[in-house]
Structures are given as C-alpha cells and as structure tokens.
C-alpha cells in the first residue's frame, strides 16, 4: 500500500517537468489570454494599468487587418512592375551577368528573357502603372500604394510563405496575425480574434503553420473557416445533442480541467479551457456571420459572390463582414499563383489570367466595401504574394517550355497596401530596366512586418514576447518602418 | 609629454581597469566593518584589515597610474583637478583606514589610541571613493550622462532637463541648427568644445567648425569626400583615427548620412530643410527625425494628438465593463479610451447616461447597430475629447446630429445606414475639425452634399454604393 502512494506520488512530481516549471511564468499570460478571449475582461485588464505593455506603444491608425496573400506568389512583371525594356529583350538569351551566382528553383543553363504578357497603363492621380489584366482594381487606384522592390531570402513556397507570415523561415514562430491578436485583444467575444480563409483548391504550402501561434499561448492562433458547409468544422450539434446538453458537458469539462490546471499549473490548460467557451459561442455566432446568403443583391453583384462555393470572391465578403464584427486579423490564401508554365493551368497568357480575374473584383469590391461603410480608415489591407517571379521565362531541366512561365524570384517583388491610415498613391521602391532586382527603395519581409505593426499603434522593436530565456520580436533584430507610407 | 616616453603613458592607460579594484575591495571592506559590528558577524572583524591593506594599496597603485594617465593631457580641466584630489584623498584615507584597523603594533600606538572614531572615518573613505568614481565616470563618458538615461520622471524629480529638439515637421526644420548641430552636441563635444578642444578642435558653433583644427579644415563645403571630419568618422572600426574614438558612443549610419548630405549641399549655416535638394534615400532618415509617433502622413485628415488629461473614473469603466461594454486605452500611457457596444447590442438611451460621466476622456465611441436614438445625443456636447463617433445602423435622425455640433474634436463620423436627412446634415458644418462623414444607405441626396460641401470644403463625404461595371473580360475563360 505505502509503495503504490509513493509510486503515484513520484507519478504526480514526474508530471510537474522543467517545463512546467519554466512555464509556470508564463502562466499569467495564459490567463490573461483567456481574459482577452472573453468580453469585457479586456477593457478591465488595459484599464487597472497593470499590463499596459498589451496595450499599443502609440495611438495607431489601423485597428485591424484583412491580408491577401497569393499563394504560389503572383508575377509582379504582369501586374504592376511595368518593364518595357524587357519587352525589347524578348526571347533574347538572358546575359550571363545575371546569372552569375544565382541560384533558381527550376531555370537551367542560359534561359530566355520574357516581355510582359500583358498591356499597361497608368491610373488615378497617382498614375499607378496597373496591367489590363486588373481593369475593376485600376479604378481605385489612388485608394492603394505600392511596395516595388520588396526583396525576401527564401525561393520555395514553404519557407518563403512562412517568411512572410511569420517572420521567420523555419517552423515555429508565431504568425503575424498571432501577434497582432496577442498585442490588441480581439474586439468581439463571440468571435475569435484572428480567422484564416482559404481559396483555390489547396492551403498554402507551409501548412497551417502560417496562421499557428508559434511560442504564444495558442489562443492565438488562426481560426480556419470554411466558406462552404459548416463554416468551422464540427461546429453544428451533433444528432441527438441539444444545445443546453452541450453547455453541461461544456461545464462539466470546464470544471475537470481548473481541476487540473490547479495541480499541473499548464498556461495551456487555460487555453484548452478558453478555446471550449469559444467554440460554444461561436455555435451562435460564426454561422450568422459566415452566413452570406442574407446580403443583398447589389452587394453580390458587387462582389461576384456565389453563396455555398468556396472562392476568393466569397472570402472578401465574408473578411469585410468579420472586420465589421470586430475579428483583429481576418488572413484570406488564395491559391494557384505558382505560374512556372508547366501547363495551360500555370501559363502566364491562360491561367494567369483566369487568377487575376478572379481576384480582380473581389478585392476592387471589398476596398470599396470597406470604403463605403466608413471601416477603411481603419482596416489594413495588404495583397501580396510570397516572392516573386522572374523576367526570364522558365526553362525547366534547361528545355524550352511550350507555355509562358517564370520561375520564382526572392529579389524583387510587389506588395500593394490601402486603408489603416497607409498614405495613398505612394509608390515605393524601384527595379531595375527588366525588374530583376532593386535599384532603390529595397523593402525586406521585416519593413513589411515594421510597417504594419507601427500602423497598428507598435513600435516594433518594442513590441516582444518572452520565450526560452530571451525576448522575441516578429521581426527579430532587422525591420525599419517604411516611411514613406505612414 | 612626450619626453616621459611611452612606458609611463602605457601604465597610466591601466587607470581606467585598475581604478575598478580598490572601489570593489574598500566596499567589501566597509560592508565586513559594518557587519563585524554586529555580534553574530563578529568573527568578521579580522578581515577587515586585510582587506583594508589591499584595498588601499590598489588604490594608492589607482592613483599613481591616474596621476600619469592625467599627463597625457585632453581632459576638461576642471573635473579632471577634482577627480586627481579627490582620488589622492580617498587613497590617504584608505591608509589611513587600514592603519586604524591592523592589529595595534602596540597600545601606546598613536592610531591605537584614536581607534574609536575608525568607523567614521570609513564612512567618510567610501563617501570619497564614490565622489571620486563619479568625476572619473563624468570624465570619460561627458556632463550628464548618467541623468540622461534617467526615466523622465525620476528626472523631474531631480530638476534636470534634458536638451532636446523636437522636430514638428522636419521640412520646416533648419538644417544646421535642428539637425546637425545636435548630432556634434549629442557625440562629439565632450572633447570638441567649450571644455575640451582635442586636436584644437571645437564643435559647439558653426564658426568653430569651419575654423578646424590642429590638422587643418574639418570640413570643406561641397566636397564630402575631401573632408577630414567626414574621412574620420567614416574610418574602420579600430583605426585610431576614427572618430568618436574607441569606448565611445559611436555615431549612427545615419547620423553619418545626415551629415553627408548637408556638406555636399555645401555645408549652409541657414538653409530650411525644405530648401535643399532632397536625395530619395535621404528622405526617410528625415522623416524619421520627426517627434511624435502618432503623426499621420496622410495630410488630408488632422493630426491625431492625444493631450494630457486626468485619468478615467475607474468606477464608471467597471459599470461599463459589467454591462459587456469594452473600453481600451487608445496606448499606452494615454488616458484617452476607445468605448465599443459591439458585445452589448442591447445599448440603450439610458446606458448613454454612463458615458456622459467619462467626459473627456472618450476619444473614440462605437454604438453601431445599438438601440441608441436621439434623446441620448442630447449632451453628447459633455464628450469633449470625442474624435470618431460611430451610429451606424441605428435610429438616430436630423434631431439626433443636432446635438453634436458641440463635438468640437469630432474629426470622424459615421451615419450609414441611419435616418438622417439633406436637411439634418447641415448642421455638420458647425463641427470644424470634421473630415470624414459615411452617409451610405440614407435618404441623404447629391443636393443635400452639394450644400454641405460648399459650408464645409474640407469634409470628404462618401454616400458609398459603389458598383463595378460589368465588363466583357468578367466573363472571358482563357
């Protein structure tokens, strides 16, 4: 008898590990975390003072954030980065000079170089060049300013996306939508503060490590809702489970599990706890604002909107609607940018096309969507891809290719932002005569992240989180706020 | 100097590692003295002498090397005569310490017979020791160094003000005065300038600067390149003739950038800012000097400022927060509140009463798709310090925006989807800092924008309904 208690002690002490130990400081985070998850605790936290490190560094412009980000990363050359010298070398052979210590993710031996597959124009006041295959986004031109030479270090969709999203190209950090989540709370408490939406078939080739939460307790994270069918999965009551059946059992694991924080004193146990009451209020209030059956007409003629598929289209209606419930960070993927020319599917003349027509109302409505409820003066909108793409057309296994491609490029890329108090019709940044690489205005992933934290009211040196015996930062040690577009 | 050859300069370079050992060890004694006078430490006592004994030895060896160290010259005069005096006396003292504290040669001992007042004496050792260390610290690292990294308050405190120039909008800023200067007064003139004028050098004035020094011009106009001062902060890192020299604060990329510019531009002592030629990878580093984290580059819409003010009754907050109000500081160490309905649809005209009491300190209100109308609006005119007011989807009408010309802050307002009216909006001209009004889904009519735009140049009006027009590539599937 006395061995067994002995063996359930030692059970009991093995259980409370380093871990547990080293966590138990960051236990108060995690009920905080729970705190900010439910209404009203917020307000209570920031006000008595005694966090005020959540709180913004400095009043900010943008209180939440819509990012569209094209997975497969969109051709810049094609869109917004007009190189008409490079349609004089069309079909030349690419100078060695460029070639020369690069390395590309499928170009071989000496490719061609590619005049832009599309027609260009300048619009707006601010006489943004926009290629016709935008012809609904050109029109609000002056809503939008433009980054032309962002640059990133990774040339594969996974590490780049990751990049991108959570300022880091290897696997755990937590994502920027994490961050702002964790930084202002969310707004509405039936609502989680940061959803994630995905478009064209596939979710991006990191995997839901873009919106994870990294080393911030997991509230954080990105919420994946589905645009078709139950819009978060197993969210409806099962067969033969009513409502307040659910809530007992919601209650009854409730209690089970303050049991077992109070013995194991794990931060993720609050979590675990939080995310149970969330789920049960978001029974009520995800279907009702993933619902878009109810809105009118003109707004899905606006939009180009088909309630019950999955589609870009759908998403920036739905991203508008969550913005205007108080969701922080609403994240939309819409795959299929990956224009390599392996295939019709992939060529920069056919399917390419068929992608920008498909993000090219969509997104033109939801600016103006936002715009007309008076919500973009204080939404961020940024639209980009991972890297971008070459002016030489791709020559995978040193062949030429029947259909127009690029292969990846990490040098120069575009990103538009509008709204959140962004300066409008800037244009930031240059590429050279056939866009290969910046000539001035070189903007890294970190400026991007610095920009739109300090919109966001951070300072983003500032703004950080203990974790394993040193603070972190989403843009580590580099980053410098774009000026030119606050 | 130079005749006392090399050696004696080289020990005199120790000083400043040197003079570290007798601070820690006559603490450490001090601190076994005070212990030692307590009888459960008593068995202390022996090494106080010890430690004494080494304590001033490495502090009579401290100011040997100092005194050579002080020959090399370049010092400010005045605080380097204090330190040496200073530092000699505490080393006598320490002596003296270490006399009073060995083991009495015998009791006719003439320190044996004053040993009584020994601990007094220590006392007064330490209090020397730290004056000393503080010139020391004044010497190497410049007036004001230590208070400069002080907390603001604790600064208020002691009455010290810092020089700082904020600049409002750097366009308007002089070039020299507001940006420049301040970079030698901040790095190089606790050696360039009134106190000290290395290599006969001085920074403290534009004339002194464009005198020079010992090896010639400093700077010559126009000619980055060509200009020592340039040449020398631009030197690598362990060239002895880098400026600011090993151990000091070095000066930023772009500090270094800044000044860059102005010498090319001909070094002028009076140009603005907005008068100079402006290279593109120039104008974010000036944009960066701007004070002020919360100013908008938009310029069309005001500069959102948040003053000073008492902070929110507490109180009132709670009763919101019970009510499943949020309320959230705008930042931190504001005290302007951003108050939201949206977890409280059920906000009613009586629930208004609550937020009158927080007065001022509501910069932003969201009662969209709340119960409100307009008998709640009556003393909205209370909310002084209300910048974006948000009523969309509710019952207010005309009745309801005519109480909120008193809203002197109100710079953003939003009343889609509400039941005002041409004749109602008019009254929005009162509000002058208005810039922003949605009037998307009302019966308001381009006649009645038209009026108010001509009463209110600056407001931007947007009735929304905005449509895409369907074109032929809408449909086109390649």
Known sequence: ?486 | MENNGDLLLFLGRWHPLLVHLPIGMLIMAFVLALLSRKKAYSSLAPAVSITLLFGATAAVVASVTGYLLSLSGGYDVRTLSLHQWVGISTALVSVLCWLLYRKPVDTRDVFYRIRKGRFAVLGLMLALLGIAGHFGGTLTHGDGYLVEALPAPMRKLIGWQPEVVTIENVQEAAVYAAIIQPIFRQRCQSCHGTKKQEGELALHTFEALIRGGETGQAIVAGDTLGSELYRRLTLPEGDEDRMPPKGRTPISDHQIRLIAWWIDAGAPNDKLVKEMAQPEEIQPILLGLEGGDTKTALGKEPVLTYEDIPPVKQEVVDKLLAKGMTVVPVAENKNQVIVSAINYPAFSDGDAELLLELGANIAQLKLGGTQITDAALKHFGKLAGLRQLHLENTAITDEGIAYLKDCGQLWYLNLVHTGVTDKGIQVLNQIPGLRTLYLYETAVTPNGIAALVQAAPELKIDTGNYQLPALPSDTVVY
Not at chain 1, 40 to 56: E, F, H, N, T, Y
Not at chain 1, 208 to 213: A, C, L, Y
Not at chain 1, 298 to 327: D, M, W
């Open chain 1, 1 to 486: 008898m006395d061995k067994l208690l002995k063996e359930a002690q030692e059970a009991e002490l093995r259980a409370i590990t380093r871990r547990h130990f080293l966590m138990e400081c960051v236990a108060g985070v995690g009920g905080l975390a729970l705190g900010s998850m439910l209404g009203g605790c917020m307000g209570a936290r920031s006000s008595s003072g005694s966090l005020a490190s959540r709180l913004p560094h400095f009043p900010g412009r943008a209180k939440s954030v819509i990012y569209l980000h094209m997975a497969g990363a969109p051709s810049q050359l094609e869109l917004f980065d007009y190189k008409p010298e490079l349609q004089k070398l069309h079909n030349q052979l690419c100078p060695q000079s460029l070639l020369e210590g690069k390395k590309f993710a499928f170009i071989r031996g000496t490719p061609k170089m590619l005049g832009p597959q599309a027609t260009f124009r300048q619009h707006g006041d601010s006489g943004a060049w926009i290629s016709d295959l935008l012809p609904h986004f050109s029109t609000v031109a002056d809503e939008v300013s433009f980054l032309k030479a962002v640059h990133t270090d990774q040339f594969n969709h996974g590490p780049a996306q990751l990049f991108m999203h959570t300022g880091h190209a290897r696997l755990g950090r937590p994502s920027i939508g994490s961050w702002v989540t964790y930084g202002l709370g969310t707004e509405n408490s039936n609502l989680p503060g940061f959803v994630v939406l995905t478009s064209g078939g596939k979710t991006p080739d990191a995997g839901k490590s873009v919106w994870g939460s990294g080393f911030l307790p997991s509230v954080y994270q990105g919420v994946q809702c589905r645009s078709h069918g139950d819009p978060v999965l197993y969210i409806s009551d099962p067969e033969g489970m009513d409502r307040d059946m659910k809530r007992k059992a919601i209650d009854a694991i409730g209690a089970v599990n303050r049991e077992e924080y109070a013995t194991y004193k794990d931060p993720e146990i609050l979590t675990r706890i939080a995310q149970y009451e969330m789920a049960y209020k978001m029974q009520v209030a995800v279907p009702e604002v993933m619902n878009i059956n109810n809105e009118p007409e003109y707004i899905h003629e606006l939009y180009g909107t088909q309630p019950g598929k999955e589609s870009f289209a759908n998403n920036c209606l739905l991203a508008r609607k969550l913005v205007e419930q108080g969701v922080r960070f609403v994240q939309l993927f819409d795959w299929g940018w990956d224009s390599h020319g392996t295939g019709a599917d992939t060529a920069l003349d056919l399917g390419f096309r068929n992608k920008c027509r498909e993000i090219d109302r969509p997104m033109t409505a939801l600016l103006l969507d936002l715009k007309q409820r008076g919500l973009l003066d204080e939404t961020l909108v940024v639209w980009g891809g991972e890297f971008g793409r070459t002016p030489m057309q791709e020559n995978r296994d040193n062949k030429d290719m029947p259909f127009a491609g690029r292969d990846h490029h990490p040098d120069a890329y575009t990103i538009w932002m509008a709204g959140g108090g962004v300066k409008q019709g800037v244009s930031w940044g240059e590429t050279d005569e056939i866009g290969f690489s910046a000539v001035n205005g070189s903007t890294s992933v970190h400026d991007v992240h610095a920009t739109m934290l300090h919109l966001l009211g951070f300072d983003h040196e500032k703004f950080t989180y203990e974790f394993q015996g040193r603070p972190f930062r989403l843009t580590d040690v580099e980053g410098n706020v774009i000026r030119a577009l606050v």
